[in-house]
């Protein structure tokens, strides 16, 4: 730590923020805070590469945030043209139901890649605002490139929608600025809040991957 390089540019940052797709009301996330993993893996052919997600609406003309992947096999002198990792359908209506929140990155043991990530895709016009928590994963090996969305695969870690509306409201209905994942090995500990019965920040734990 006694002496830095110069910043380097990973990509980006074009939040808009998040809001309830019904009322406009705000829903405070992580929109301006990256996360960034790094494969510790040993003498692999990846050891070495750093990852970063962000929220960015770039991806559909600048109404509704997703989720940005990046990556840099050099560490952190250059990095890949983003992509957008989550897996919220595109069909979903109204736009706000197609936003995604609060990214975290993890490296799992055998170079396994994992994103998690909120999203609205099954709110319906109903008197909630329905939100899931997902993970994605991809392996990326000489034949299978994690620059591809379509390599990457989905697990949804709710088992039913919540309402984002319960949750504490606090510049926005907000469940924290960041959520936990790590890894055990190769199988991956999501860690995440979100209102349940009468508590409107519970905590859960699920293993994926």
């Known amino acids: 730590g006694s002496t830095w390089s110069g910043p380097y540019d990973v990509g980006r940052l074009r939040t808009i923020g998040n809001f309830d797709p019904e009322t406009g009301d705000p829903v405070r996330t992580g929109d301006i805070i990256p996360d960034i993993a790094v494969d510790s893996t040993a003498a692999t052919p990846t050891t070495g590469r750093l990852y970063a997600v962000w929220q960015d609406a770039g991806f559909n003309g600048g109404q509704a945030d997703a989720i940005a992947f990046s990556q840099s096999l050099d560490g952190g002198l250059h990095w890949s043209t983003p992509i957008k990792v989550n897996k919220t359908p595109a069909t979903a209506t109204p736009i706000g139901n197609q936003q995604a929140f609060t990214a975290s990155v993890d490296v799992s043991a055998d170079g ?73 090995g190769t199988a991956f500990t999501p860690f995440f809040s979100q209102p349940h019965g009468s508590d409107p920040a519970s905590v859960f734990f699920r293993s994926a991957g």
Request: with cysteine.
């Open 112 to 184: 396994t890649i994992a994103v998690t990530y909120y999203d609205f895709r099954n709110n319906t016009s109903a008197a909630s605002l329905l939100t899931d928590y997902f993970f994605v994963h991809c392996h990326p090996t000489p034949a299978t490139s994690c620059l591809d969305p379509a390599n990457w695969a989905e697990q949804q870690l709710t088992t039913a929608s919540f309402d984002m509306r319960q949750a504490p409201f606090a510049g926005g209905f907000f469940t924290g600025d960041y959520e936990g994942l790590a890894n055990a």
